[in-house]
């Protein structure tokens, strides 16, 4: 594995730091995109709504429930809840 400078090491300890506030950012706007999008571009963003849940530790059960329901609401109110607890 390559040595990283100390500049490049702080980098990616503040990365790693803030995940969970990057995830939940993104989270944030795939939910605006998705209120807007149909079709093929809807399919994409829920798999990138997908990813960012999973980053944030929800559960698999829960994940499946929304995508099953399309509902970006019940994305919305995961994203509350999650604010909630940070």
Do not use: C
């Amino acid at each position: 594995m390559a040595e990283y400078s100390k500049h490049q090491q702080s980098i990616i300890r503040n990365y790693y730091d803030n995940r969970e506030s990057i995830a939940l950012q993104k989270l944030q706007e795939s939910v605006t995109e998705l209120y807007l999008a149909e079709g093929k571009k809807r399919q994409t963003v829920w798999k990138r709504i997908v990813g960012h849940l999973e980053k944030l530790k929800i559960s698999q059960a829960e994940i499946d429930n929304v995508v099953a329901k399309d509902s970006p609401e019940m994305v919305a109110n995961i994203i509350e809840r999650v604010m909630g607890r940070s």
